[in-house]
């Protein structure tokens, strides 16, 4: 059975997951709507993660979702619309 997460290592999964890549502290924090300082605060535990800073990441998920689902539709069809070559891969 996997190790149950803190509140940190939660935290640090879910953001890592919305914000890939080397600068997600920097961007997660751009999202939320707070300065930087303030989640390395929450890293290191100096300021404690709230229940409704997990409440503003679920809504982050749930918008990204709906993004991703927009664009995958308009792709799609944007797809359906080009003519198809022979040879094309």
Do not use: Y
């Not at 080397?22 to 709230?50: K, Y």
């Not at 997990?54 to 918008?63: G, K, P």
């Not at 990204?64 to 995958?72: G, R, S």
């Amino acid at each position: 059975m996997a190790k149950e997460l803190g509140a940190r290592e939660m935290f640090e999964h879910v953001a890592r997951a919305l914000c890939q890549g080397q600068s997600w502290p920097a961007a997660i924090a751009d999202l939320m709507q707070v300065r930087l300082d303030t989640i390395r605060h929450w890293r290191s535990g100096r300021s404690q993660l709230r229940p409704d800073h997990f409440a503003t990441m679920l809504n982050l998920i749930h918008d990204k979702q709906a993004e991703l689902a927009k664009v995958e539709a308009e792709l799609r069809a944007w797809l359906a619309g080009q003519p198809q070559k022979e040879g094309d891969a």
